[in-house]
């Protein structure tokens, strides 16, 4: 079949917008802070205590942000939606003024930028399935 279902693909793209938006807990991201910690070259020393209570808030503010994300994604209806959709939560104002708003940004950027890379994979294999005249 040539021609695509618009059903089929925004289905597929909610369903995809649901599982990246799912909300994150700071035993399964604890890693992943301590890798942007060190990349971002912080050098204070940190009781496990002030980590615990810094990663917390981190999560919490990621939480928040998937939760606003799925909001202003759920209503595209195209790839090309959800791509502008994407791109405007770039432009959002930063308010950097603490090692934990600096690691909230940061990781808020590289989930929109994964997002977007995502997205711009899926919708090319989308394309080459549309001119291949195959469907999933």
Same mark, same amino acid.
């Given at each position: @079949?040539?021609?695509?279902?618009? $059903?089929?693909?925004?289905?597929? +793209? %909610?369903?995809?917008?649901?599982?990246?938006? /799912? $909300? +994150?807990?700071?035993?399964? !991201?604890?890693?992943?802070?301590?890798?942007?910690? /060190? &990349?971002?070259?912080?050098?204070?020393?940190?009781?496990? $205590?002030?980590?615990?209570?810094?990663?917390?808030?981190?999560? $919490?503010?990621?939480?928040? %942000?998937? !939760? /606003?994300?799925?909001?202003?994604?759920?209503?595209? &209806?195209?790839?090309?939606?959800?791509? !502008?959709? +994407?791109?405007? @939560?770039?432009?959002?104002?930063?308010?950097?003024?603490?090692?934990?708003?600096?690691?909230?940004?940061?990781?808020?950027?590289?989930?929109?930028? /994964?997002?977007?890379?995502?997205?711009?994979? @899926?919708?090319?294999?989308?394309?080459?399935?549309?001119?291949?005249?195959?469907?999933?």
């Amino acid at each position: @079949m040539a021609d695509s279902n618009p $059903a089929i693909e925004k289905d597929f +793209l %909610h369903d995809w917008v649901e599982d990246e938006t /799912r $909300a +994150l807990d700071v035993v399964a !991201s604890w890693e992943t802070l301590c890798d942007v910690y /060190r &990349t971002l070259e912080f050098n204070d020393p940190l009781s496990d $205590a002030i980590k615990m209570e810094e990663f917390k808030w981190i999560i $919490a503010e990621m939480n928040k %942000h998937l !939760s /606003r994300a799925r909001k202003k994604l759920m209503p595209c &209806t195209t790839p090309e939606a959800m791509m !502008s959709a +994407l791109m405007s @939560m770039f432009t959002t104002e930063t308010n950097v003024t603490n090692r934990m708003n600096l690691t909230y940004h940061k990781l808020r950027q590289m989930w929109v930028n /994964r997002m977007l890379s995502q997205l711009t994979a @899926m919708t090319e294999t989308m394309t080459e399935e549309k001119e291949d005249g195959t469907s999933y």
